[in-house]
């Protein structure tokens, strides 16, 4: 039996930050990844902010920069932003993972692929067993002093850890167009009740000529895959021609909306795992990775002080939500807001933003890791941009002292 410091169950963006920054500190370090090749499924459409080139330490996976974005409303009015140096990426998902892997790999943290864990067995003297299956079915036993679940949406660690599951989880579909026409510097976003209710279509050039198009919808009953569909009904009314030749799918969730805890006793969560992810994009991959960085850094000392506690631990959950929560409350509030909004406010908050002084202050302040400081700018810009949003949202948004309101859970889904 493997007997370690740290167990990191997956290797996606946040698992390997956290094995990298912990193995780099001297611990003895194992990740535990249950698909045979890191990366791969890709999940994601791969947009990032600088910030996630800083964290990774590289621009190796880069496939091209991205300098704005057209917004669409459903009767296809539209606005673009376009700033005169990048504001966002688009990457190569799977070289993210792979590079970060590899990063960890070097720092002295050891990868076991292709197994999958699958629950606990028992927690005895600070130390924690775990069970897991090789892709050959051979049983796996791990006994670690820490166990980090970095294992996404549908978290196998935080169920054995009794940790609470986010409240939404939103399906999500996705292809790729080898050949798609549109800005290959410019991001399209797609509203409309009909498309996607509760956040947006996407079509995010792929750095090669084609794009990566999708959705992630309120789950409503209806399919991903069928709102989807109208996205693509909605892009060949706008081009005039249907985009062909579909080359990938990928059916996932977003999780939004934040857990109670992120860690327990001897364990914690990190990633999509912790519902870590901005409410308003469903982007994770800056949040998960940061929130990973700030769980090494309490980790380390508390591994060496030989507790890591619930207590100890603690810590983790005060500082990511000390940097993070603040925006992610914002967002979700003003996401659920927004989810609620007819076609024709959607339409008029497109033809709104259109106004030049709003332009100017997108092109200045937007930021996809922290989106609700630029919403802030433009609603105290904008008496008519408010008139647009619910009352209740004009009050709490300019009011001078923030409190987060009391947010409806709204249905729970898995
Ligand atoms: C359609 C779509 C588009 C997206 N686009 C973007 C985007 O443009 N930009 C952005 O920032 N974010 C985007 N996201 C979100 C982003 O993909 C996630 O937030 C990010 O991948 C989270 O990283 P993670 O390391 O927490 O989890 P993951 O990347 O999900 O990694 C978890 C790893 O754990 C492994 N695992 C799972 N269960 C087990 C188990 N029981 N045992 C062993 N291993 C296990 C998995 O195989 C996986 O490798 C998108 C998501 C979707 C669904």
Redesign the pocket.
Known sequence: MDDVDVLV?????????AAERLARHGHDVLV????PR??TPV??????SQR?LDLAGSTGFVRTPVRGATVYGPGLGSVAFKAATPRAF?ID?AGL?VHLADRAARSGARFRTA????GLVERVGGRTTVR?TSADGEPVEVRARLVIG????????ARAFRLRRPVEILP???AEFPVSPGDPEQVEVYLGRRISPGLFG?W?PDGAGGA?V?V?VDADGTSARAYFDRLLAQIARRLGAPLANPTAY?V????IGEVPRTYTDGAAL?????A???PL?????????RC?EILAEVADPALRRGDVSAGALAEYERRWRAELGEEFRRALHLRRVVARLSDADLDAIVAALRGAELTATIVAFGD?DFPTHVARRLLRQSPALVRLLPKALGAWWSSADYRAPELDPGPRRK
């Open positions: 169950v997956g290797a996606g963006p946040a698992g390997s930050t535990l990844e249950e698909h890191v990366g999940q994601c459409a791969g947009l990032v996630v688009v998902r993972d197994v999958r864990f699958d897991a970095a294992d996404g949406v549908s978290s196998a660690v999500a579909f996705e996407w995010i990566r999708g992630a990928l996932s969730g977003i999780p990190v990633g999509d795992a912790a870590q992810v901005k994009s469903g982007g994770g991959i800056f949040t998960g990775m990973a996809i």
